[in-house]
């Protein structure tokens, strides 16, 4: 089935650093998200993607719908301390009998002040 | 984004009782709910779909007579952990969709947290 492999598992760094991370298929997807998850809370939806090559940014966070529509990153710009999370991606695939969303296993962010 | 309220946050119970947790979207019509486990420092684990009227898809291994999902309205799914054991404490999410597939996203309840004692 498809899969998601997303990178890297977990991240420390210093407050102000910019972050980036990233998830890639062997698959094609159609839409891919990008989901913030603060400890004990269920994912935020961060961004979404609809076309290949599409690049959104929302305040500090910037993310991309790579061209071959097997790839996506999602970048985080001067990192403060309420950035700590696990950050998850997700695509969506079009057609076929699967229809839900496929995540990525999740980037654990610390931020140290 | 749209609103997905899950309820209760947290609840405790004791062991062989059943619990419920309700899952609502609040601002759209959702076709297709997802029910989530996810144990501490992991990622989201799919127990089932759920598609409003019918029968819910359980993934692999998880066992559907425990685990009873209905889904009978639009806007309302619900997650029965039948004869709870302290094994099944953990964190339930869900999670709701306007469609079952097409470029919609899915908009995530905030967990609960059940502990069986």
């Known amino acids: 089935g498809q899969q998601l492999n997303q990178s890297p598992q977990s991240m420390f760094i210093q407050e102000g650093e910019d972050v980036s991370m990233n998830c890639t298929s062997s698959s094609i997807f159609n839409t891919w998200l990008w989901y913030k998850q603060d400890p004990g809370e269920g994912p935020v939806l961060l961004i979404a993607l609809y076309k290949a090559g599409e690049l959104t940014s929302n305040g500090r966070l910037t993310a991309q719908f790579g061209i071959t529509r097997k790839d996506s990153f999602l970048n985080i710009s001067a990192s403060i301390p309420s950035d700590v999370g696990i950050y998850f991606c997700a695509g969506i695939h079009y057609g076929g009998s699967q229809g839900n969303l496929i995540f990525g296993k999740g980037t654990k962010l610390s931020v140290k002040p | 984004g749209a609103v997905v309220s899950q309820h209760p946050s947290r609840v405790i119970c004791k062991s062989g009782t059943s619990v419920k947790i309700e899952c609502r979207s609040l601002?759209?019509?959702?076709?297709?709910m997802f029910w989530y486990r996810q144990f501490p420092k992991k990622s989201l684990m799919l127990m089932a779909t759920s598609n409003e009227g019918s029968k819910a898809t359980y993934e692999q291994g998880v066992e559907k007579d425990k685990f009873l999902i209905n889904h009978a309205s639009l806007t309302l799914s619900t997650l029965t952990v039948t004869s709870a054991h302290p094994e099944d404490s953990s964190f339930y999410i869900c999670?709701?969709?306007?469609?079952?597939?097409?470029?919609?996203?899915?908009?995530f309840g905030q967990g609960t947290r059940l502990t069986v004692v």
């Open positions: 601002d759209f019509q959702a076709t297709t």
């Open positions: 999670s709701a969709r306007a469609t079952y597939q097409g470029t919609h996203p899915a908009f």
